[in-house]
């Protein structure tokens, strides 16, 4: 595929981030379009490669779980299927004023959103998970959402590819 189909297929496996496959596109793409697990490795190479801003910014691209553009209905495609396969669509108005006080808490000490990969995990869990990781210090969430985004990835390749 030409590389305007490979960033245009690829471009949105990292939430708002068509950079990285262009990366991988121009590092010369072999094979790692033939697998979801090939091309995780590729985008993650790069992704892991990137500088600290770079990767900061792809951090910040994502929304807040159960956030305002959720409610509004404007996430990406991809997000919107991630946050409604767990329930977050159908949040309890108790369930959103909590979830709301904990994505202002985690963006006020953190700097960015909490990032999680939410597919088949139930709300209940979501909010255990964000509540555990707000008492992580900065370093380890850094990380933290790094893995974070790179199991998104390999769920939304998993969609599009064998």
């Known amino acids: 595929m030409s590389r305007d189909e490979f960033v245009e297929r690829f471009g949105g496996v990292f939430e708002h981030s ?69 329930g977050l ?3 309890t108005p108790d369930e959103l004023v909590r979830f709301r006080a904990l994505n202002d808490a985690y963006r006020e000490k953190f700097d960015f959103p909490f990032i ?17 990781r707000i008492g992580n210090d900065p370093a380890c969430e850094f990380e933290e959402a790094l893995r974070q985004i790179e199991r998104i990835a390999l769920l939304r390749l998993k969609e599009m590819l064998p």
């Open 89 to 91: 669509d159908r949040c």
């Open 18 to 86: 068509p950079w990285i496959a262009e990366r991988v596109w121009e590092r010369g793409p072999g094979g790692e379009s033939e697998s979801a697990d090939a091309l995780h490795a590729a985008l993650c190479r790069v992704f892991r490669a990137a500088t600290r801003d770079e990767r900061m910014g792809v951090i910040r691209a994502h929304p807040d779980l159960a956030g305002r553009l959720a409610l509004a209905g404007s996430l990406a495609r991809a997000s919107t299927a991630e946050q409604a396969s767990a």
């Open 116 to 132: 999680m990969a939410v597919r088949g995990v139930s709300r209940k869990e979501i909010l255990a998970a964000f509540e555990r």
